[in-house]
């Protein structure tokens, strides 16, 4: 889902490739004690229950570790939906008021191998840092540029030295595997997202955003889809879109 309409997203226009809407998962945490690490790549903005608790402690929509009580930092990488080029993030700390982390920052990598927590400390990835350590602010949206054109697969998120975000937005470019595409045997849809097709503009986008045309699978409901506000003026509502 979009940033909320009080919000400025200076990345709006970018495809956020650490969706799970696009195949995003976050692999492995050193510690998700308090909240999921799972709730990093959700696609919905969080939200925040009074009085909900579970066994640990109170009820968090995002990814929080315990305290530090050792010297060391908390980490957690996840898997790109695909792979793509990085030209901004959202580290989004809503709702973490007194327990967000203090600093972050954030490596990459480009695999092609299959990364699960079982697997993963034996795989040999170079790293590359793509934020170096930077300060965060509690509850709020944290924007920042990225500046390199590869393409990554991985991300390692880290935090200093512990606490929750409730959200990773990774925004940037697709790289389409055109070599994986002609070698298939069955037709591809080339207005996926995951394909590399874009949308480039509409003249209204009251409702639902023009992005939600080339999502894959389903729409989840008539919201998540491009919808225009009435038209009372001769006319008519138009979109345009590409593939790469």
């Known amino acids: 889902m979009e940033t909320p309409s009080n919000i400025q997203n ?7 490739l650490a969706s799970e809407r696009l195949g995003g998962k976050a692999i492995f945490a050193n510690d998700d004690f308090f909240a999921s690490k799972n709730g990093l790549v959700k ?3 969080p939200i925040f229950i009074p009085g909900k608790y579970t066994a640990n402690g109170k009820w968090m929509d995002g990814w929080e570790s315990r305290r530090r009580r050792t010297p060391g930092h908390d980490w957690c990488v996840l898997k790109l939906g695909v792979a793509g080029t990085i030209s901004g993030l959202d580290v989004n700390t809503r709702y973490f008021t007194g327990n ?3 600093h972050f920052s954030l490596e990459a990598t480009h695999c092609s191998k299959n990364i699960t927590a079982a697997n993963l400390s034996k795989v040999k990835l170079d790293w590359v840092e793509l934020v170096p350590k930077t300060a965060l602010k509690g509850d709020t949206h944290n924007f920042f540029p990225v500046k390199n054109d590869k393409s990554w697969t991985h991300l390692r998120l880290n935090i200093f030295p512990d606490g929750g975000v409730a959200r990773l937005r990774v925004y940037g470019n697709v790289t389409a595997d055109w070599e994986t595409l002609k070698k298939s045997k069955v037709p591809k849809d080339l207005a996926l997202v995951t394909h590399g097709a874009q949308v480039i503009t509409c003249n209204d986008n009251h409702y639902g955003r023009m992005e939600n045309l080339i999502l894959p699978g389903r729409a989840i409901n008539m ?13 008519y509502r138009s979109e345009e879109h590409t593939s790469e």
Do not use: I
């Open 10 to 16: 200076p990345f709006q226009h970018l495809v956020d």
């Open 43 to 45: 696609a919905e903005e």
């Open 100 to 102: 967000y982390p203090e």
């Open 223 to 235: 919201g998540d889809g491009w919808e225009t506000k009435r038209k009372r003026v001769p006319g």
